[in-house]
């Protein structure tokens, strides 16, 4: 069977080979640029990271759902997160280094204050869908690592409202992002 628009994706989830080709050679290009864009620093890694990108649709491709999306935009999604997940890699790769064996660098730095940078626009961007009570619960909970009845009680929440919130919160934010699964 050749694919196409309309079937690659039953092929895919069919465990067909044609419907990756299709994939590959209709949106390789869109998804190559969306990771080249976050890994503009490490080109190494790009075809790594499109490797993980395909194998991550091929395996995860029961979490797309037409009626929710274009396949476009929920790839896009998942080359996103997976360029995410490089640069975590990368960063904390730079962090295991021995410090005898360490030579700094400038691009170092330049390469935590980016991922830093990307990941705080990604944060801000999760959160945005979030009144800013409960941005700021999730920062004091999740970033700053508070106990949640320490960040409930600067808030003036109580330990169940705090449960509640960060429940509501997280249901919130994966009906707007959609959940990922883990291969």
């Known amino acids: 069977m050749k ?22 050679e209709t949106y390789g290009g869109l998804l190559k640029s969306i990771v080249k864009k976050r890994l503009f620093f490490s080109p190494d890694r790009v075809d790594e990271c499109m490797n993980d990108i ?17 396949f476009q935009n929920w790839a896009a999604g998942v080359a996103r997160l997976e360029a995410i997940d490089t640069l975590r890699r990368l960063q904390r790769e730079h962090q295991t280094v021995s410090l005898q064996e360490l030579e700094i660098p400038e691009e170092d730095t330049a390469l935590q204050k980016l991922t830093e940078q990307e990941l705080s626009k990604e944060t801000e961007e999760i ?17 700053m690592e508070e106990e949640p009845e320490e960040a ?21 934010i994966r009906s707007k992002f959609g959940e990922r699964k883990r291969a």
């Open 127 to 143: 959160l945005s869908c979030l009144s800013p009570r409960d941005q700021e619960l999730f920062c004091r909970i999740f970033l």
């Open 3 to 24: 694919a196409n628009e309309d079937n690659f994706v039953d092929l895919i989830r069919r465990r067909r080979e044609e419907g990756l080709r299709y994939l590959i």
């Open 54 to 70: 395909f194998l991550g649709i091929w395996k995860n491709i029961d979490c797309f759902d037409e009626r929710r999306g274009s």
């Open 152 to 172: 409930g009680k600067s808030l003036g929440m109580t330990r169940d409202n705090v449960y509640v919130r960060l429940f509501r919160g997280k249901r919130k």
